[in-house]
């Protein structure tokens, strides 16, 4: 009889580990393992009609499903409302309580103007004004005029329907953004100038959880 019992746990274990799908890795003192999708939310990127705007619909089945925002479960030594930014992965992690994390996929900046490091939330903005950086106005003379006066918020506004701006320990502009982005094809590829950009209707739903303030810690990794 104990053989038997024996043999049973055994099969269940078997049958447990071949059910799920683990990744583990550590950067940056942030841990994560046996991470096992519970939630996807696919249907969640049709049109949104927002402050006036209306989002296009994504044609969410021609990206990889990896992208999706998905809840999963998620072990990491940080509290929960810490965002995590993969760059390397392209996903960004906002975590939960009880191990799990809201998944988002991301366009990371071009080799050369990627960005690692700690910062929080300083503020955030819906349907921003974009204000590009002197240095990009020297690489692309296009965009200069919108260096002082800035693009006013609308659906081809490269910052999308929502922007949060980093800020470092010493309570400096970083000049890095998590914001959205009307290019969705560029979801899971280094396109942008440093900035973490996520598709418009994720930005909205990463928007709605964060309370801006020294508190809302953002762990960027390479």
Same mark, same amino acid.
């Given at each position: 009889?104990?053989?038997?019992?024996?043999?049973?746990?055994?099969?269940?274990?078997?049958?447990?580990?071949?059910?799920?799908?683990?990744?583990?890795?550590?950067?940056?003192?942030?841990? !994560?393992?046996?991470?096992?999708? &519970? *939630?996807?939310?696919?249907?969640?990127? $049709?049109? !949104?009609? +927002? =402050?006036?705007?209306?989002?296009?619909?994504?044609?969410? &089945?021609?990206? +990889?499903?990896?992208?999706?925002?998905?809840?999963?479960?998620?072990?990491?030594?940080? *509290?929960?409302?810490?965002?995590?930014?993969?760059?390397?992965?392209?996903?960004?992690?906002?975590?939960?309580?009880?191990? /799990?994390?809201?998944?988002? $996929?991301?366009?990371?900046? /071009?080799?050369?103007?990627?960005?690692?490091?700690?910062?929080?939330?300083?503020?955030?903005?819906?349907?921003?004004?974009?204000? @590009?950086?002197?240095?990009? =106005?020297?690489?692309?003379? +296009?965009?200069?005029?919108? !260096?002082?006066?800035?693009?006013?918020?609308?659906?081809?506004? @490269?910052?999308?329907?929502?922007?949060?701006?980093?800020?470092?320990?010493?309570?400096? +502009?970083?000049?890095?953004?998590?914001?959205?982005?009307?290019?969705?094809?560029?979801?899971?590829?280094? =396109?942008? &100038?440093?900035?973490?950009?996520?598709?418009?209707?994720?930005?909205?739903?990463?928007? &709605?959880? !964060?309370?801006?303030?020294?508190?809302? /810690?953002?762990?960027?990794? *390479?």
């Amino acid at each position: 009889m104990r053989l038997r019992k024996s043999m049973l746990a055994l099969g269940l274990l078997a049958a447990t580990a071949l059910a799920g799908c683990s990744t583990t890795s550590s950067s940056g003192g942030t841990e !994560v393992a046996t991470i096992t999708t &519970s *939630q996807i939310f696919t249907e969640s990127y $049709g049109s !949104v009609k +927002d =402050a006036g705007y209306t989002l296009p619909a994504i044609p969410i &089945s021609r990206m +990889d499903k990896k992208f999706h925002r998905q809840i999963i479960g998620y072990s990491t030594t940080e *509290q929960p409302g810490t965002i995590v930014v993969n760059t390397r992965e392209r996903f960004l992690y906002y975590i939960l309580p009880n191990g /799990k994390a809201v998944r988002y $996929g991301i366009g990371v900046g /071009k080799q050369g103007f990627a960005w690692s490091g700690t910062a929080y939330v300083a503020w955030k903005q819906e349907w921003p004004t974009w204000h @590009p950086p002197k240095e990009m =106005a020297v690489r692309r003379p +296009d965009v200069a005029k919108y !260096v002082e006066d800035g693009m006013g918020p609308g659906l081809s506004n @490269p910052l999308g329907a929502r922007a949060m701006y980093l800020f470092n320990e010493k309570g400096q +502009d970083t000049l890095f953004r998590l914001h959205g982005t009307p290019e969705w094809a560029s979801i899971g590829t280094a =396109a942008s &100038s440093g900035c973490i950009r996520l598709m418009n209707q994720d930005i909205i739903d990463l928007y &709605s959880r !964060v309370r801006p303030g020294r508190n809302t /810690k953002v762990v960027v990794i *390479q």
